[in-house]
T-cell receptor, first 114, second 111 residues
Framework: NAGVTQTPKFQVLKTGQSMTLQCAQD?????MYWYRQDPGMGLRLIYY???????DKGEVPNGYNVSRLNKREFSLRLESAAPSQTSVYFC?????????????FGSGTRLTVV | QKEVEQNSGPLSVPEGAIASLNCTYS??????FFWYRQYSGKSPELIMS????GDKEDGRFTAQLNKASQYVSLLIRDSQPSDSATYLC???????????FGKGTMLLVSP
């Protein structure tokens, strides 16, 4: 099993450009998440989808949008990239629902905005 | 604002020693607790979960939970250089809620 697959692995954007980070899981998980990780800040939740058809804001949603395309796929879009969005982005999934389950993370996308 | 606190380290231990990693959390209603290991440049990997007060052992790893003190710890016995990584504590509240992560403790195991 591939687990959680993220694309691309690396990306350099110019300020103002847009891009979509793709995430897919093959574990039949209900819940999916997008985190960013910055030095000294730890992992911070951007958006999550508790189940197919729902999305909710996390701690740092400004400047991002998400789409839960189907049960497998959850994409993150930067409409107008800013240098402050330079970060490592992780997608994760979990069984979700009533009891918390540990997350399975993708390998990450290292994004640089210049 | 739910908070999860960890000492950033680095925690340095010699090979073969016991490494003790600690975490405190602010939300008294938290019900699920996790430890992740993250090697430099890699993604976090789940190594332990604990839901009830007391100890839970898995191989060289033991997770300890004390809800009254809002404290969770991870013990690594017979530490190996390959255990050198950053260890993240993550906490989940009741019902459906997302994980809140600590900033992690860097562990260095010297041969």
């Amino acid at each position: 099993n591939a687990g959680v697959t993220q694309t691309p692995k690396f990306q350099v954007l110019k300020t103002g450009q847009s891009m979509t980070l793709q995430c897919a899981q093959d574990m039949n998980h209900n819940s999916m998440y997008w985190y960013r990780q910055d030095p000294g800040m730890g992992l911070r939740l951007i958006y999550y989808s508790a189940s197919e058809g729902t999305t909710d804001k996390g701690e740092v949603p400004n400047g991002y949008n998400v789409s839960r395309l189907n049960k497998r796929e959850f994409s993150l879009r930067l409409e107008s990239a800013a240098p402050s969005q330079t970060s490592v982005y992780f997608c994760a999934s979990s069984e979700g629902r009533n009891r918390a389950h540990g997350y399975t993370f993708g390998s990450g996308t290292r994004l640089t905005v210049v | 604002q739910k908070e999860v606190e960890q000492n950033s380290g680095p925690l340095s231990v010699p090979e073969g020693a016991i490494a003790s990693l600690n975490c405190t959390y602010s939300d008294r209603g938290s019900q699920s607790f996790f430890w992740y290991r993250q090697y430099s440049g890699k993604s976090p990997e789940l190594i332990m979960s604990i839901y009830s007060n007391g100890d839970k052992e898995d191989g060289r790893f033991t997770a300890q939970l004390n809800k009254a003190s809002q404290y969770v710890s991870l013990l690594i016995r017979d530490s190996q250089p390959s255990d050198s990584a950053t260890y993240l504590c993550a906490v989940n509240g009741g019902g459906y809620s997302t994980l809140t992560f600590g900033k992690g403790t860097m562990l260095l195991v010297s041969p």
